[in-house]
């Protein structure tokens, strides 16, 4: 008797366990919470909670389930052919179209615009994990950024800088035409930590600004709050090593 007894448990054991499973973002494997996982009729339908775990045990063996997240792809799978107990949902955010606000002062989509453009998002800008603003500019190809001493940083467009290059933040000058020659060093006093995105004009078409942005324009755009009744709290980890001529920075 004694020999059933073990298998019997272990089978209990082992189909209670195989009833829950995690759900995880494909790039962070960071638990999602507030999956929806239903069947074809929507008559059944489970959340998962903080920390991505859903009980699949409502669910029959024959029936497909659909995973859906307002921010990723929705998934599909017969419940019996689910093996493991983990399941990874991809983000839908890169299917979005790339919007730049600067070129004509409007939005426009990227694939309508005739000039030269470029833009750092900031999953680029997290990737990257830049020291300055100013290093963030030199991974940009067309600008050449000019350090006369390790803190400096001026960007140099089509040959041109200090009054003939336009800093804007949010749509507020950060220079103009009555600046100095020479090289400034304006851009190291924005931190690359509060950026969403950088956009960067090359070419004449920049002079929609004015005179002052001849050789272009470099816009930054800061991180946007978020209205709500509820407190949020979120955090991050941002880790940096840096010697004289050597430095490494980790978000």
């Known amino acids: 008797m004694k020999r059933f007894i073990l298998p019997i448990l272990y089978f209990i054991i082992y189909t ?17 919470v507030k999956v929806a996982v239903v069947n074809e009729d929507n008559s059944k339908h489970i959340v998962s909670d903080k920390n991505g775990k859903i009980d699949l045990s409502i669910f029959n063996e024959n029936e497909i389930l659909s995973f859906r997240h307002v921010t990723y792809i929705e998934f599909e799978v ?24 600067s070129s004509s002062k409007s939005k426009e989509s990227r694939k309508r615009i005739a000039e030269q453009v470029a833009v750092f998002s900031i999953q680029d800008i997290q990737r990257l994990s830049p020291q300055t603003s100013a290093d963030l500019l030199a991974e940009i190809p067309g600008i050449k950024v000019q350090k006369s001493q390790f803190g400096g940083g001026s960007p140099v467009l089509r040959g041109m800088e200090a009054n003939r290059v336009l800093l804007v933040v949010d749509g507020v000058r950060m220079n103009n035409a009555i ?3 020479g ?17 960067v004009i090359f070419g004449p078409s920049s002079v929609i600004y004015g005179s002052d942005a001849l050789g272009g ?7 946007k709050p ?9 955090t991050s980890f941002l880790g940096r090593y840096s010697s004289v001529n050597n430095e490494f920075t980790s978000q």
């Open 16 to 32: 209670s366990t195989a009833q829950i499973i995690t759900v995880l973002d494909e790039e962070s494997e960071f638990p999602i």
């Open 78 to 101: 017969l419940k019996r052919q689910l093996t493991g107990d983990k399941i990874y949902l991809r983000s839908n955010s890169h299917h979005l179209k790339e919007v730049f606000l």
């Open 217 to 223: 324009v470099i816009h930054y755009y800061t991180r």
């Open 179 to 181: 600046y100095r020659k």
């Open 226 to 234: 978020m209205v709500s009744d509820k407190t949020n709290v979120n």
């Open 183 to 199: 090289h400034l060093q304006n851009s190291i006093s924005v931190s690359p930590n509060m950026l969403d995105r950088v956009e």
